[in-house]
């Protein structure tokens, strides 16, 4: 069964830091690009950080300078470090990826369970 699964989160004091992961299992040929994104309560889901099969990076203006997107290609994972944290950093995060599974020409797009990151004032 392919799935992302992720780890990390919880509960942390403002101005603190948690690091996100994200990784691949099953039948996975490659991994294209990886994401992450962010719902908070009441609002829709907003991409927080992305990262290209070849490293190319792109940031939210609200987490430019204290997140940070990376990816161990050899470990299937995708890590978010997010430092400085704020309140309204609170959110559900959810990793996203592009995989080319074995046996398959089409990429696919798969999500990660969901992981609580909560930020007190």
């Known amino acids: 069964q392919v799935q992302l699964v992720q780890s990390g989160g919880g509960l942390v004091q403002a101005g603190g830091s948690l690091r996100l992961s994200c990784a691949g299992s099953?039948?996975?040929?490659?991994?294209?690009?990886m994401d992450w994104y962010r719902q908070a309560p009441g609002k829709q889901r907003e991409l927080v950080a992305a990262?290209?099969?070849?490293?190319?990076?792109n940031y939210a203006d609200s987490v430019k300078g204290r997140f940070t997107i990376s990816r161990d290609n050899g470990k299937r994972t995708v890590y978010l470090q997010m430092n400085s944290l704020k309140p309204e950093d609170t959110a559900v995060y959810y990793c996203?990826?592009?995989?080319?599974?074995?046996?398959?020409?089409?990429?696919?797009?798969?999500w990660g369970q969901g992981t609580q990151v909560t930020v007190s004032s």
């Open positions: 996203r990826a592009d995989l080319v599974l074995i046996g398959s020409p089409s990429t696919v797009n798969y």
């Open positions: 099953g039948s996975i040929f490659s991994i294209r690009a």
């Open positions: 990262m290209t099969m070849g490293g190319n990076t």
